[in-house]
């Protein structure tokens, strides 16, 4: 079963995606693709290993996308762990730090937004 998760904002304007372990992020200059035009943006995932000598290496990489619904009244979130949707407005206050964080809604399996 999907958990539920929570969109949050961070430093720069980044937004935060905390599912289940999982996190992701939303980098600051794509949200302007997405709220103004509509544009499917790249979710990232930022994954940190060591390496056998004992250096930290931190490696982001693409693992999802965020897309308006075709209302345009939410946004959807297409994870490695799951997909899920946020009002609009819920999104555009967190994007704006209005709102620290707002929750994100688990879509039904096969049911695409």
Known sequence: MTETGTLSYGTGGTLHISVDAEKYQ?????LRSLLFYS?????????????PSGILVSDVA??????????????VLHTR?????IPLISFQRVARGEA???PLFPLVPGVTG
């Open 39 to 51: 544009r499917v943006i790249p979710i990232c995932g930022n994954r940190s290993r060591t390496t």
């Open 62 to 75: 693409i693992e999802g996308h965020a897309a308006m619904n075709a209302s345009g009244k939410a946004v």
């Open 26 to 30: 939303i980098e600051a200059g794509d």
């Open 81 to 85: 762990v799951g997909s899920y949707v």
């Open 100 to 102: 620290i964080s707002a």
